[in-house]
Structures are given as structure tokens and as C-alpha cells.
């Protein structure tokens, strides 16, 4: 992460060229959804566009705020320690409220949808509404303990490897649904949904049954919640979709994509 001494990420300032460039990503890729949901016969604003952030400073990322997005997720912990409190401030001053300590009206939350390890989680539970990327139970005890620790409540997803690649974390699909109803039951975490990514194929039937699948994982675990909780259980988001396969996710029933390049353009690091 040499970016992080390249690149001052609390930085405020953004020019009007650039501010205008990431406005006409958000724009172009709220167009896309919607089109997306009508194409594949879904509810229009049934999909949550999610801002990737990951190298992008503050002034970035509130040129993303200002022009419609409310939902930001970080990948790497040390970056939402870097740009939290900051970005907080800086939405303040737009009537926005960002993180763990914003108002009900306004709250735009901020995901980790990057890997966590357990000595980063103090750090992260504070400034973040919820963590993206639980890969199984053990991960999910540990930031149970420590939310309890710091009277906090957390959301959190698990994140499933659907397409097997040994280069992606995530829990296995065939585990999947035990782990997700073992977590629900852990104290002072919500379980929300389920995270993955898609295959790195430019295949829209593999790309799509992996999506499938993970559907068809939160449709079976969120049917056995609300039989144990009288049918009372809260819908469970399906995390998935990028820039490249965010059209597939939505046909597959996604309703949260998580978009970086496409709003922000090319990272200048990686």
C-alpha cells in the first residue's frame, strides 16, 4: 500500500473538471442500473449503488456524495481510519451524515468490503456500519466479542467464493448456509445479506450461475430466519456486481453493486 505515503487520502480538495468527471460516472452508472432493472424485469430503485473508494481522497469521494451516491465502501481497514473523520466533517458541512455516527435522515453508511484481519477490528468497528466480507463463523465470533466490548451493533455480510477461484476469499458455497445462520446468532452483530464476487470470466452463463447461486444460498437461509423468528426476519441484501458483470448481478437478483472504476475512472494505484 506505497500509495497511502503517495497520496494524501484526507484531502479535500477536488477541481470542477474532475468533480464533473465523477458526477458523469455516477450519472452514467445510475442510468445503467436503471436500465438494467427494467431490461431484466426488476422494480426500479430496487438496486443500491455502492461507491468503491478504494485510492480515492475525500474530495473524491464527496464528488461522489454530491452527485447522488449513499452508500460508500473501503477495502482496506487502514484507509477508513485515514478518511473517516474527515469525510464525516466534510459531508456535515452538505447536510450529509456519514458512518456510524450519523443522523437517521441523512446516514449514508460505510462498508469494509475489503478482507479484515483481527487486529484491524477495534480500529474499524467504530467508523464503519458494517463489514462486508465476514468470510465464516471464526471471523464473525471475533468481531462479536469485540462490537459487545464497545456496546456496538454491527452489520455484517458474508462473503461467499461462488466461483471457487483459490485467488478469492470467501466462505465455500456448500457451507455457506450453516455459517450464515451461525452468525445470526451471534450477540451485537445483524446479519444482513451476502457479498461476493463474480468469476473473472467474460462468460455471462458462468458469471451468472455464480450469482445464481448465491441467490439461491440467501434465499434458503433468509426462509430459515423467518421460521425462527416467526417470520419476522428483515430482508437479506445480495452484495454483488461490479463495474465489469453489474448488469448479470442484477439479473440474478443482486441489490447492492459495489462500483469503483466506473465512477471514479482508472486507479492510479492499485
Not at 477541481?15 to 464533473?20: E, F, G, W
Not at 475489503?114 to 467508523?127: F, R
Not at 464503519?128 to 464497545?150: M, P
Request: overall charge negative.
Amino acid at each position: 500500500m506505497a500509495y497511502m505515503t503517495q497520496k494524501d487520502l484526507a484531502n479535500t480538495e477536488v477541481d470542477c473538471v474532475r468533480a464533473r468527471q465523477i458526477a458523469d460516472g455516477v450519472h452514467s452508472v445510475q442510468d445503467a442500473i436503471a436500465q438494467a432493472e427494467s431490461h431484466y424485469g426488476r422494480k426500479p430503485e430496487s438496486v443500491t449503488l455502492l461507491a468503491a473508494t478504494k485510492t480515492r481522497d475525500v474530495g473524491e469521494i464527496m464528488a461522489a456524495l454530491k452527485a447522488g451516491v449513499r452508500v460508500i465502501g473501503e477495502n482496506r481497514p487502514q484507509e477508513i481510519v485515514a478518511k473517516a473523520e474527515i469525510l464525516r466533517k466534510e459531508a456535515a458541512r452538505e447536510n450529509l451524515s456519514v458512518g456510524v455516527n450519523g443522523s437517521i435522515n441523512s446516514e449514508i453508511p460505510l462498508y469494509l468490503i475489503g478482507q479484515l484481519q483481527s487486529n484491524k477490528i477495534n480500529k474499524v468497528l467504530p467508523l464503519a456500519n458494517g463489514i462486508q466480507s465476514v468470510d465464516g463463523i471464526e471471523l464473525a465470533q471475533k468481531i462479536s466479542t469485540r462490537a459487545q466490548n464497545l456496546g456496538l451493533c454491527t452489520d455484517v455480510m458474508l462473503e461467499v467464493n461462488v466461483s471457487g477461484e483459490v485467488t478469492k476469499s470467501g466462505c465455500a458455497p456448500e457451507r455457506a448456509i450453516d455459517e450464515a445462520l451461525a452468525i445470526s446468532s451471534l450477540p451485537s452483530l445483524n446479519l444482513c445479506g451476502f457479498m461476493t464476487l463474480g468469476a473473472r470470466v467474460n462468460d455471462e452463463k458462468i458469471v451468472r450461475s455464480g450469482f445464481a447461486a448465491l441467490r439461491e444460498i440467501r434465499d434458503c437461509v433468509s426462509e430459515q430466519l423467518a421460521q425462527d423468528y416467526d417470520g419476522n426476519s428483515a430482508k437479506l441484501e445480495l452484495s454483488m456486481g461490479m463495474s465489469g458483470d453489474f448488469a448479470w448481478a442484477i439479473a440474478e437478483g443482486s441489490t447492492m453493486i459495489r462500483i469503483g472504476s466506473a465512477i471514479f475512472g482508472p486507479r492510479a494505484f492499485v
